[in-house]
């Protein structure tokens, strides 16, 4: 038999080579979409992205009685009445004597005394005594007096120690599109007066989640607990990322959308918000009571608005490690397709009053639950 003498010619590596640019176009069009992406929600560059700030935790924290909280300094005694006052003629003779220009005006028609009389001296020790000593009520008008209030908030403040950097391990359950489980994490560091808060949440497996959702939140310590300083927001699906960031003002917060709106006071994120209910419950912790209502400003990517929490009641969890008592806090508004997610959160005065469950609700049906898969990771004391 014949062999044909022209033979089709089939190019081995083209449908390899093919295949592989396919898939370089389209992933340099996925980082160009995200690039995109991240500048259209305010996000900014690298290089103004948030440096996370590296610790070590190397102890577990114990269940214990919840920390007392800062007391006030005791009242400062009142002055004691110096001895030249005691000597001094009584208050009432000051006050019986007539005004100073009047008592010009009857001296002037008398001649100039030749020696120097003792009489003069009597009204000028008169005046300066009760200079010198005023009286109770007089006192509590005094600046001095005035001043005394902001000194006393000033040593609460100080009284308040915040506790070390501690990270919350969380095991994740509930329901996207189906029932799925994952892990979460919380991270509150502390570096001087900085702070930072990194939360993640994995649903799926960790090496191919079907979402990861992470908020971290920066910024300063003070008497009014944290002020926020800058919030970055990201969420990853398969083929997609969305990020997102806030930055805070003295004056006004710019939200994610490229709004700014006025700041309100103790405003807060939705990754701090939970170390500042912490902090709101350990110095105030009568605000804990079952029945009261905690009030918070909150900026969400799109607004800035108050939200309020209920405390709902006393609840006994029974977490892998232990069973703990909580106090749970609900927030008012009821989460809705298409409305923001709300949290609800049980805080354990056991373990520093920190959030060992937490129920994010986007609506009845899309919900994640996490409860505390250890106890609490603290760094060393600084």
Do not use: C
Request: proline share 14%; glycine share 6%; aromatic share 8%.
């Amino acid at each position: 038999m014949a062999r044909p003498l022209i033979r089709a010619w089939r190019p081995p590596l083209l449908r390899p080579l093919g295949i592989a640019l396919a898939l370089a176009v389209t992933a340099v069009h996925l980082w160009i979409s995200d690039e995109l992406i991240e500048d259209r929600l305010g996000f900014g560059s690298a290089q103004q992205r948030m440096q996370r700030i590296e610790v070590a935790y190397v102890r577990e924290l114990v269940l214990a009685p919840p920390p007392a909280p800062p007391a006030a300094p005791p009242p400062r005694p009142a002055p004691r009445p110096r001895r030249a006052v005691a000597k001094a003629p009584p208050a009432s003779a000051p006050a019986s004597a007539p005004p100073r220009d009047e008592i010009v005006t009857k001296v002037e028609p008398l001649p100039p005394p030749a020696p120097a009389p003792a009489v003069p001296e009597p009204p000028p020790v008169a005046v300066t005594a009760p200079e010198a000593a005023p009286s109770a009520p007089e006192a509590a008008s005094t600046p001095a007096a005035s001043v005394a209030a902001p000194a006393a908030s000033a040593a609460i403040g100080t009284a308040f120690e915040w506790p070390p950097s501690t990270r919350l391990t969380y095991v994740l359950t509930g329901n996207y599109r189906g029932e799925v489980q994952g892990s979460a994490s919380v991270e509150w560091i502390r570096a001087g007066l900085r702070y930072q808060v990194h939360m993640e949440a994995i649903i799926g497996a960790s090496f191919a989640p079907l979402l990861v959702r992470r908020a971290s939140s920066e910024g300063e310590l003070g008497e009014a607990g944290l002020t926020p300083r800058r919030f970055e927001g990201e969420q990853r699906v398969p083929f997609r990322v969305r990020r997102w960031a806030m930055t805070f003002e003295p004056e006004r917060v710019y939200l994610a959308d490229g709004k700014e709106t006025p700041t309100l006071p103790g405003v807060q994120d939705e990754a701090s918000m939970f170390v500042q209910l912490t902090w709101l419950f350990t110095t105030q912790p009568q605000r804990l009571q079952v029945g009261r209502t905690v009030e918070m400003p909150l900026a969400l990517p799109r607004r800035l608005e108050m939200w309020q929490y209920d405390i709902v009641g006393e609840e006994m969890l029974q977490m892998p490690f232990a069973e703990v008592k909580t106090v749970h806090v609900k927030p008012r508004r009821i989460a809705k397709p298409g409305g923001d997610m709300t949290a609800e959160m049980w805080f354990a005065p056991g373990y520093q009053y920190l959030p060992v469950r937490i129920r994010i609700n986007q609506d009845a049906n899309t919900f994640v639950d996490l409860q505390l898969q250890r106890p609490p990771q603290q760094a060393a004391a600084r």
